[in-house]
């Protein structure tokens, strides 16, 4: 099984995932500079130090919602969709593996009783302004 599978519909990146022990040396982003979250995988020694910062406030725009899930144990199945609801891949993803959502829609379902922490854009407004669901009951 790959260590990466970008997930695109008509060159537009839906989704990505990214396996436990994908092959680092240093620094491996897995995202373009333009995508709404930026996802990086970084391997340093022991005494690395990452010199003390802080960020910048950039100007904010408008932009379609983008989430970051870490599986910490588990098993899930993912289906991701195209902006028309068309199924454009399933994967099954397990402890230590993420993924990042960044167009389209998704369905995540528990095989396996499971946790995972989520990073997504904030303020987060609820489900009803935030979100478009496929079955509307």
Same mark, same amino acid.
């Given at each position: 099984m790959e260590s990466i599978s970008v997930?695109?519909?008509?060159?537009?990146t839906l989704a990505i995932f990214v396996r436990k022990g994908l092959p680092v040396d240093g620094t491996r &982003?897995?995202?373009?500079?333009?995508d709404a979250l930026q996802l990086g995988v970084f391997e340093r020694p022991a005494g690395y130090r990452v010199r003390a910062h802080r960020h910048r406030e950039l100007p904010a725009e408008k932009r379609m919602g983008a989430e970051f899930l870490y599986i910490e144990s588990g098993e899930a199945k993912v289906t991701v969709y195209d902006e028309t609801w068309n199924v454009i891949a399933e994967e099954t993803v397990r402890s230590g593996d993420v993924l990042? &959502?960044?167009?389209g829609g998704h369905q995540v379902e528990m095989l396996t009783?499971?946790?995972f922490l989520?990073?997504?854009q904030g303020p987060y407004p609820g489900d009803a302004q935030a979100k478009i669901f496929r079955d509307p009951s």
């Open positions: 997930v695109q519909s008509k060159e537009r &982003f897995v995202t373009s500079q333009q990042l &959502f960044l167009a009783p499971t946790r989520e990073v997504k």
